[in-house]
């Protein structure tokens, strides 16, 4: 089994309600979620213990990446755990992911800490964990882009 750790953590001029409700709404997500040159074609989120999301990332090369999983915990504004899981076009599961999120503020700023453990069988799964730290960092560059308002 192919595993990989990412841990990053970044401050945003942005109050913790705001950058909370970008991880939990699909009107936010589909405007950042995913590394640079990806888009968001689908998205559907019921952010609440339990709810599910579904989101489809289009790569710059045009092939589609599904994402699904559930909302394990919410502590709002402070706290997520989620499950989740990408496949590919058929629906065949790539890889699982446990993504744990804090949020912190402080004087208007809000510090995320994501803490993500991705695990696969294979070989496309090594792939894409090898990307992972790269992924992460880009998908965040990006959510500070949308909190930013461009």
């Known amino acids: ?9 970044r401050v945003f001029e942005a109050p913790r309600e705001r950058v909370f409700a970008c991880w939990t709404r699909a009107e936010h997500l589909q ?3 995913g590394p640079k040159g990806f888009t968001i074609h ?19 090369d045009g092939k589609d990446y599904w994402v699904r999983g559930k909302y394990r ?4 504004p402070s706290h997520l755990v989620i499950d989740c899981a990408a ?39 090594a792939a894409m964990l090898k990307g992972m730290d790269k992924g992460w960092a880009q998908t965040v560059e990006r959510l500070g882009a949308h909190l930013r308002g461009r």
């Open 73 to 76: 915990e919410i502590t709002v």
């Open 87 to 125: 496949d590919d076009d058929k629906g065949v599961e790539r890889l699982q992911e446990v993504i744990d999120v804090t949020f912190t503020e402080s004087r208007g700023k809000t510090t995320v800490a994501v803490n993500a453990i991705a695990r696969g069988p294979s070989d496309e799964a």
């Open 42 to 60: 689908s998205c559907e989120a019921d952010a609440r213990p339990g709810g599910t999301f579904k989101l489809c990332l289009r790569a710059p």
């Open 31 to 33: 405007h950042w979620f």
């Open 1 to 9: 089994m192919n595993e990989q750790t990412v841990s990053l953590t």
